[in-house]
């Protein structure tokens, strides 16, 4: 019995995108292996570190866990995404605080931080952590990481009060 291949037409780094999948075929491995979009990083593949998350309409989820079928339709932003041509402020606080190490989890760590400011414009760290914790990570003990979050949710307050000043 022949497998029935799936094109399937999605939104990708704010472009559309096309392409054909087997109805098995995760997310993860089309981003990387037919899409060559190898930011989003491949880790344990069952859910468990974060190392592979994308933002999919918006959400943090494991794309080692996400039929690429399932996508049809759908917006999907990966850390080559994010920024478009240049780079974005919370890559910016990341390498301020020193909040990358290895690298292994950082794209995951900063599209949940996204998905986190886009929903919470100040997060509390309780919420930072809870807004991160799908993500593991090896190396900062996560006190860089969340420093750096807070810094970019209080230069967005701060810059959001000076727009309403003027």
Not at 47 to 64: F, H, K, M
Not at 159 to 165: A, E, H, L, S, V
């Amino acid at each position: 019995m022949k497998t029935k291949v799936h094109t399937i037409s999605f939104i990708l780094n704010g472009k559309n995108e096309t392409v054909s999948v087997n109805p098995w075929e995760f997310l993860i491995d089309v981003l990387r292996d037919k899409l060559n979009l190898t930011g989003t990083k491949k880790g344990c593949g069952i859910g468990e570190c974060g190392s592979c998350t994308i933002l999919l309409d918006g959400r943090p989820v494991n794309s080692c866990l996400t039929l690429a079928v399932s996508v049809d339709g759908k917006e999907v932003l990966t850390i080559e995404g994010l920024a478009g041509e240049g780079i974005d402020p919370i890559q910016k606080a990341f390498i301020k605080k020193g909040a990358v190490q290895c690298g292994f989890c950082t794209p995951g760590m900063i599209l949940s931080a996204k998905a986190l400011l886009d929903d919470k414009k100040n997060p509390t760290d309780e919420e930072i952590k809870r807004g991160i914790s799908g993500n593991l990570c090896r190396c900062t003990g996560y006190q860089k990481i969340i420093s750096a979050i807070r810094e970019v949710a209080l230069t967005k307050k701060d810059t959001n009060n000076n727009d309403r000043k003027e």
